[in-house]
């Protein structure tokens, strides 16, 4: 305390000719004795000298840290609105490192039926510098690194430490939102806002987005492709035919699976390494307000378990197709997704009827 008063009486006396006798004398009560109220300085103000308002803030910031220096019991509130679990509290501060670090709920305690190996799946995706790396070099950067017009038709964010994948709303503030991969962007070349097949697939095995594991995603994919190119609008009932939902352990990723007998699509990689662990969390902008709407957006515990669609069940529209496709003798999902942009290079390909 003697410190800051002699280091302030110092700079006082540097300053007599700028600072009134009222003013240092007020600065002195001010040090010794602790802040003046609102009404002390209020009363007192015309008194002193003009800059007599920067004076109080000098000695006002130098009791503040007088005042945490030595322990205080003042009642601080901390709320931390950056970290997805973090939660505002009200307690007795007897030094600095019992309020370093807010106090955060345990993921456990929010999600108890996700298993362990789904809480600790986080996204090391934790700054904005991982949006602008994913979106490449700047020069070339043509804005649809994750929708499909425009990137400002959706709001991409990282996630904040130890934020689980199935978090909810929750871990956003109450904004709603959902967590999407990486490498479905990246590889599997999935764009925003979803395609109305895409929302029907999510809707009709009630599983959010993150839940598919990628090369199920790219079989949504090339299937939208080949039938785009087709000139008809896909058809659930035929993706289903040649495609089922299995049942997965835990509560964890949902697999697309061809039919046995039924191989329409390849899968795009015998399998996908270093996905885990890279996501992001998608919100709507007000440039496509419903890009949120028609499929779960959270985690969902209990997924739909889908067998194969019998033949004998399908519209007679769509049993023509699937003869037709049956035919073909089947396509590789990858080249299907390649092409999907240069119409006649896909034009050959499918007409080779044939899978690399």
Known sequence: MIRHFLSLNQ???????????ADLSLGATFVSFGAPTAAFISSNHHN????????????????LLTKISYGDNSHLVFENTSAPFAFKTSHTQTNMSSCATPPRVNPKDLYPWASSELLDECSCLLAPRAIRVHQGDPCSYDHRAFARRHDDDVVVLPCDLGEP?????????????????????????????FSPFEREVLSEINTAPAQLYPNSWAFIKAFDVLFGFLGCAPSLGIFFHFFEVKKQRKNLW???????????????????TGWKGRFFKICCSDLVPSAL?????????????LKS???????????????????AGGFDSATLISLESNTRTLERYIGTNHCP
Not at 259 to 266: E, F, K, Q, S, Y
Request: positive net charge; proline residues 8%; charged residues 15%.
């Open 309 to 327: 669609t019998p033949f004998k069940k399908l519209s007679p529209n769509d049993q023509v197709v699937c003869r037709i496709l049956a035919e």
């Open 293 to 305: 709407d028609g499929f779960p957006l959270y985690w969902v515990r209990e997924t739909k378990v």
């Open 11 to 21: 700079l006082c006396q540097e300053h007599s000719p700028t600072f009134s006798q």
């Open 48 to 63: 002193c000298h003009p800059l007599s308002r920067s004076f109080y803030k000098l000695f006002a910031l130098s009791f």
């Open 254 to 272: 949902v697999t697309l699976s061809n039919v046995p007998g039924r191989v329409l699509l390849a899968p795009f990689q015998n399998s996908f």
């Open 165 to 193: 994948v199935c978090g909810d709303e929750r871990a956003n503030n109450g904004v709603p939102f959902f967590y999407f991969y990486q490498a479905v962007f990246k590889t599997v070349g999935i764009r925003l806002p």
